[in-house]
Nanobody, 116 residues
């Protein structure tokens, strides 16, 4: 049974940093690419970041490139999203995702709020 569980997010001041993680189980983590998405209230889900199965290629959405970093620890079956220089517009529920044999799997999401 594939499971993706995000860590607790939180409230961060503008300009601050936060790292969220997604711990996985039920599949061979090192064989699959991982992604992060986010969804702000009243908006569509937005692609944020990608890391390849070999963990050698990353890609970012335009709104976070240069501020966010995706990484993965195969020994811990965990993918991370380091978020720096946070802005109020980064406020959203953040989801990790993987695609296995044509099916999307999602975590439950974690709320990140950027506000003073």
């Amino acid at each position: 049974q594939v499971q993706l569980v995000e860590s607790r997010g939180g409230l961060v001041q503008p300009g601050g940093s936060l790292r969220v993680s997604c711990t996985t189980s039920g599949f061979t983590f090192e064989n699959y690419a991982m992604r992060w998405y986010r969804q702000a209230a009243g908006k569509e889900r937005e692609y944020i970041a990608y890391i390849s199965s070999a963990r050698d290629i990353t890609n970012y959405g335009d709104s976070v490139r240069g501020r966010f970093t995706i990484s993965a620890d195969n020994a811990k079956n965990t993918v991370y999203l380091q978020m720096n220089s946070l802005r109020p517009e980064d406020t959203a529920v953040y989801y990790c995702n993987t695609l296995i044999r044509g099916r999307d799997y999602w975590g439950q999401g974690t709320q990140v709020t950027v506000s003073s």
